[in-house]
């Protein structure tokens, strides 16, 4: 018998295989912010939160673990019933408006294969989250970047009909507030453009929300085409626990039910559904984390425009900025020879800016101070 040998090296690029579908060869997959494997590094790059979990996730998992894990033999339940009754209590809405994930960009795959891909365009701005164009390789939809106005907002009036074939458009996707910019949508701008637009699906993307928006759940009441999208992984500091969410009418939810349903019965494990729970009940440590990420970024976003930097309003816990003397990617290389990460996006507009996301006090005062070192 000859043995197998695998003919690739882990972790190197492999050309294209005559074995690729073209659907991959097509793709253009999304570039996640760097995951370190060195320890003592500052890292200010993923926007994950700076501070643990509720200590009651832990209890809550421990729990489920039990003493011998031979609750893991068993399938978790396919409908997360649990977190969705959590977070239908939490928004005050009916559990029939919740839809969960493993992690809301699994969240959003769904909605764009379920709801976003039809015969027209969808909108987004040509500033935003970076996996909607993604998705949109993934699926096959199409789009317009609409452009954001020089100071990189978002101007309601730009998303309605007209803009595609036949003046149709596909839905519209943006998040609020905005990344990588930070700067956030008052929610009177987001009515207006789900009032304007009653024939597609309007999904705003709430992942920072907490972090000093006022979120539109409350609209989803009144409005069958709006759906809102949350995530666990920024300000319930959950990345590592992969859980998000959408909260819109019952028949939005059950299109994303039927794709999932068509995908992985059980996308949530019992450790994240219970973790989950945990931390969505535990709304004093909840207000507690996100207040001081608030007064962090405050803080920070004094010191740099002490050092010179013009700094966005951000309601995020991230804020983006730039100096006007000293190049973006450039300052990005220089903190990291000193073990500090930020994202730097090598992108139009947006090159000259560095995404810095709200770490703990002393996070940030290192990293003034490396600042002030190298611009002097
Ligand atoms: C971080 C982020 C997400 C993804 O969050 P996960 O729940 O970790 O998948 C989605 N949208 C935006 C705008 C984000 O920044």
């Not at 994303?256 to 009940?281: C, H, M, Q, T, W």
């Not at 010191?303 to 010179?308: A, D, H, S, T, V």
Request: charged content about 20%; hydrophobic content about 40%.
């Amino acid at each position: 018998m000859i043995p197998f040998r695998p003919t690739f090296t882990p972790f190197v690029k492999t050309p294209m295989s005559r074995f690729w579908s073209q659907v991959v060869r097509d793709l253009t997959p999304y570039v996640p912010g760097e995951q370190p494997k060195i320890a003592n590094l500052i890292k200010l790059n993923t926007n994950e939160h700076p501070f643990p979990p509720s200590p009651r996730v832990l209890d809550a998992i421990r729990n489920e673990l039990g003493e011998d894990g031979a609750r893991l033999r068993l399938y978790p339940d396919p409908n997360a019933d649990l977190l969705k009754q959590a977070i239908a209590k939490r928004y005050a809405v009916d559990s029939s408006k919740v839809f969960v994930g493993n992690g809301s960009d699994e969240v959003l795959a769904h909605i764009f294969m379920a709801l976003l891909k039809h015969d027209a365009p969808i909108l987004f701005p040509d500033i935003t989250y970076s996996f909607y164009p993604v998705y949109c390789g993934l699926y096959g939809v199409e789009y317009r970047a609409i452009p954001l106005a020089e100071d990189f907002s978002l101007n309601p009036a730009d998303y309605r009909g007209q803009q595609g074939q036949n003046g149709k458009i596909g839905g519209i996707i943006f998040p609020n507030p905005n990344a990588p910019t930070g700067r956030l949508l008052p929610l009177a701008a987001i009515e207006q453009i789900v009032c304007a637009n009653p024939d597609c699906v309007v999904v705003v993307d709430e992942a920072y929300v907490d972090f000093g928006g006022d979120t539109a759940i409350p609209l989803t009441e009144r409005y069958d085409n709006l759906l809102v999208v949350h995530t666990l992984s920024k300000s319930r500091s959950l990345a590592g626990l992969r859980v998000g969410y959408a909260i819109g009418h019952p028949a939005l939810i059950e299109a994303l039910e039927r794709v999932k349903n068509s995908f992985n019965s059980y996308p949530l494990d019992r450790l994240a559904i219970v973790g989950a729970v945990a931390a969505i009940e535990d709304e004093a440590h909840f207000q507690q984390c996100c207040h001081a990420v608030i007064a962090t970024r405050e803080a920070l976003t004094a010191k740099l425009e002490e050092l010179g930097f013009t700094v966005l309003p951000s309601a995020a816990n991230f804020i983006f900025a730039r100096h006007p003397q000293h190049d973006a990617a450039e300052l990005a290389k220089a903190l990291r020879e000193k073990n500090i990460i930020v994202r730097h996006f090598k992108q139009a507009r947006i090159d000259q800016f560095l995404r810095i996301t709200i770490g703990t006090d002393s996070e940030c005062a290192t990293l003034v101070d490396a600042l002030r070192a190298l611009i002097g």
